[in-house]
């Protein structure tokens, strides 16, 4: 009950600002073309107290940013608390949607009914995660996927491959779940039409990662459509 009128309201926030998404499209097609980016983007940071996954702010190159979460960039972030309903379903950010697939869809799922395999949490608790907290879920997920011997994961009762090297079916829900993020957001959209040409780069090292894990590029691909879409 309490979910349906979350939805609601953010379904009704989401139609009165559907003009003034419009109207910034518009008006940031300007300003990203004579873009005078916030210095802070590029702010350095001391390298012996972050974290090691961390590519601080001040590695980009110039015509480069990293999407730091230092910063109001941070917000593009997967990890980002960025309220936002896809497909009928309340997510509190894209993490806790990417990683709420790998957990049962109900207790029929073979998922619930493997033996031996114990669940933290319930798929609909890891959808209102946001965060570490999220990724934490995941990698108790990883586990049992392994322990099962399943490369796979589960939306709306459909197996989609997850670790792919194809731009297939879960890069395409991911991609359309980050897209329905900045929709819903005005703050999202705002942000990301704001870097205007320049290169997004994520703010940790990604290594050899399927295309799905590249938030940025993905970023990048959904600035021009946006723009595309305003002319």
Known sequence: ???????????????????????FLFSTLTFAANADYPAHWWQEVDRQTAPGWEVLPQDAKEGEVILSKRNELGILSNFAATDFVYKGTLYKSVEG???????????????????GIEWPY?????????????????????????????????????KIKFWTV??????RLI????????????KV????????????LPDHIMGDAPPAWFYNKIWMELRKEFREQAQ
């Not at 194809?166 to 890069?171: A, C, I, L, T």
Request: proline share 2%; no cysteine.
């Open 1 to 23: 009950m309490g979910h349906d009128i979350v939805r609601s309201n953010l379904f009704n926030t989401v139609m009165k600002n559907l003009a003034l998404h419009i109207l």
């Open 175 to 186: 991609k359309d779940a980050l897209r329905t993020k900045a929709i819903q957001n005005p």
């Open 189 to 200: 959209m705002e942000i990301l039409l704001s870097t205007g040409d320049l290169k997004l």
């Open 166 to 171: 194809s731009k297939g079916v879960h890069y």
């Open 97 to 115: 949607f990417w990683q709420s697939l790998k957990y049962p869809e109900s207790q029929d799922d073979m998922r619930a009914t493997f033996e």
């Open 122 to 158: 319930s798929r609909a608790e890891v959808e209102l995660m946001t965060g570490f907290l999220a990724k934490k879920a995941g990698g108790y997920a990883n586990a049992n996927m392994r322990e099962m011997g399943i490369d796979w994961v589960t939306f709306q009762g459909k």
